[in-house]
């Protein structure tokens, strides 16, 4: 049971890049939550999946798009990147019981 | 959500309890006190939830104030490995758009030796 993988753990893209960050969950988990953190902050939602096939945006949505074929799989997209979409991201599943479950993140840097 | 007020930072000699308070006044009767740490930038993880009784697990204790508008985490021996930023979030016990996690700041815990 390895939970919440993500890939990259690291990625650089250039300004107008495009990339996907996968995150995967293996406990059946009809929730899943995708969030990123700036230094020195607490972490912010981007979007949010409640089952296979149904997605919806959370605060800061702008400049990503997700979706979410299979209750394993809620890859984002970033398109054009920004400097501004430097973070961490983090994706995170949950199921009955209400507690998040999260991936261990990945740093992307945009230059 | 109601809104959560934390300490910035705080110290715990190790082997000591660790006590991180949380003011949550504004709490509706629906909504849980969660609590999660990060562990320096690792993926926030899971501690301790509680609606008004106090909580206990393997990893902390919750106490939640009668009112329901404070509640402490204990940590009853901290050690070098529990240095993290602790998280105090409110929200409604399932999932969707109500059940979003929240994060503020945290407090950020120093375990010294």
């Known amino acids: 049971n390895a939970g919440v993988t993500q890939t990259p753990k690291f990625r650089i893209l250039k300004i107008g890049q495009s990339m996907t960050l996968q995150c995967t969950q293996d406990?059946?988990?009809?929730?899943m939550y995708w969030y990123r953190q700036d230094p020195g902050m607490g972490l912010k939602l981007i979007y949010y999946?409640?089952?296979?096939?149904?997605?919806d945006k959370g605060e800061v949505p702008n400049g990503y798009n997700v979706s979410r074929s299979t209750t394993e799989d809620f890859p984002l997209r970033l398109e054009l990147a920004a400097p501004s979409q430097t973070s961490v991201y983090f994706c995170?599943?949950?199921?009955?019981?209400?507690?998040?479950?999260f991936g261990p993140g990945t740093r992307l840097t945009v230059t | 959500d109601a809104k959560t007020t934390q300490p910035t930072s705080m110290d715990c000699a190790e082997g000591r309890a660790a006590n991180l308070p949380c003011n949550h006044s504004?709490?509706?009767?629906?909504?849980?006190v969660y609590w999660y740490r990060q562990i320096h930038s690792q993926g926030p993880q899971y501690i301790i939830h509680?609606?008004?009784n106090n909580e206990t697990n393997e990893m902390a204790s919750l106490i939640i104030t009668e009112d329901r508008k404070s509640s402490t985490l204990i940590l009853p021996h901290a050690t070098l490995r529990d240095t993290a930023v602790y998280y105090c979030?409110?929200?409604?016990?399932?999932?969707?758009?109500?059940?979003?996690?929240?994060f503020g700041k945290g407090t950020k815990l120093s375990v010294k030796p």
């Open positions: 406990m059946n988990h009809n929730y």
């Open positions: 509680g609606l008004k």
């Open positions: 504004t709490i509706s009767g629906n909504e849980y």
């Open positions: 979030i409110v929200r409604v016990n399932y999932g969707g758009s109500q059940g979003n996690l929240i």
């Open positions: 999946s409640v089952g296979a096939g149904i997605t």
């Open positions: 995170a599943s949950m199921g009955g019981g209400a507690k998040q479950y």
